[in-house]
């Protein structure tokens, strides 16, 4: 309950930096603290978190007092209840990552986000093998380029009524396509290295952004190159690959991992290119990723 000099919000948060956070309610920001009780039970507040906070009326800050429940959470990048991910990936400078984008679609399905897949840079080189690869699958993909704006419109309309993160690896564009659409946002963006052909990180902190008019929010996250797998049961990781799922009732063995069996119908498909060779070399590598994880 709040003290006499108190008075309590309910809001989102949409940053965190240092400690603090900066929870939306209403037209009002207030600058926030969680309770060392958080700590103590082992609990974070994450962007994108509803709370309630008690307020100190004569300087405005706060603490945060209770997190709502979450409908999902992902741990890199720290945000809560996403419901899409904007998975950017560059069809050149820097060469696609297939598996990191794999891993990321892997972690949204796990999460019940819905994935996005936004082929960037599309004004340097094409991208019809990337677009088929995951259109294909049925998941949404767009063409797109921050330099020409080819499509950001298009863009713009699927983030509408969804909370939005974009993740991808350093150097794709991430922060050029924020810019885009968030025209007086001007976040830092960054060159790619000739010698290494990777981005630096430009982006300091996670953040909620509202869009105007559409009802969607976008958070923008550190850019990152890595993502770990390892908590997934490595006999269900074949449903967040679901180009496999028709297969998998077909396959020789019952408990067959669709790594290397004779008699796997996943791996009969690979090979007719029914399902793509590199969604299935995505898929083995982060099998052999959570069975590593299991040795230690």
Do not use: W
Request: proline residues 3%.
């Amino acid at each position: 309950m709040p003290e006499k000099n108190q008075f309590e919000i309910q809001g989102k948060i949409f940053k965190g930096i240092g400690g603090f956070y900066y929870v939306k309610a209403g037209n009002f920001i207030y600058e926030c603290r969680a309770r060392g009780r958080f700590r103590k039970d082992g609990i974070t507040p994450l962007v994108g978190d509803e709370v309630n906070c008690l307020i100190d009326k004569t300087s405005n800050t706060g603490m945060i007092s209770n997190i709502m429940s979450r409908t999902n959470s992902l741990i890199r990048p720290p945000v809560a209840n996403v419901t899409q991910i904007a998975i950017v990936v560059s069809v050149t400078n820097p060469k696609p990552n297939l598996k990191t984008v794999d891993k990321l679609i892997s972690s949204a399905i796990y999460a019940n986000i819905k994935p996005l897949i936004c082929i960037n840079k599309t004004d340097l080189q094409n991208g019809e093998n990337l677009f088929e690869i995951y259109s294909k699958i049925g998941f949404k993909t767009l063409y797109i380029s921050a330099e020409s704006k080819e499509n950001i419109d298009m863009l713009i309309e699927k983030l509408s009524g969804e909370v939005t993160v974009f993740a991808g690896n350093s150097g794709v564009g991430k922060s050029s396509l924020l810019n885009c659409i968030l025209k007086d946002a001007n976040l830092e963006t960054g060159t790619v290295s000739s010698k290494i052909e990777r981005g630096r990180h430009t982006t300091r902190h996670s953040e909620l952004i509202p869009l105007d008019n559409n009802g969607g929010y976008i958070i923008d996250t550190p850019g990152f190159s890595s993502f770990s797998v390892s908590g997934f049961d490595e006999h269900e990781l074949y449903k967040l690959f679901p180009e496999f799922i028709e297969y998998s009732d077909n396959c020789r063995f019952a408990d067959c991992s669709h790594t290397v069996e004779q008699g796997c119908s996943v791996l009969e498909a690979v090979e007719t290119g029914e399902i793509s060779k590199s969604r299935h070399e995505s898929y083995v590598e982060q099998y052999k990723e959570i069975l590593d994880s299991k040795t230690f």
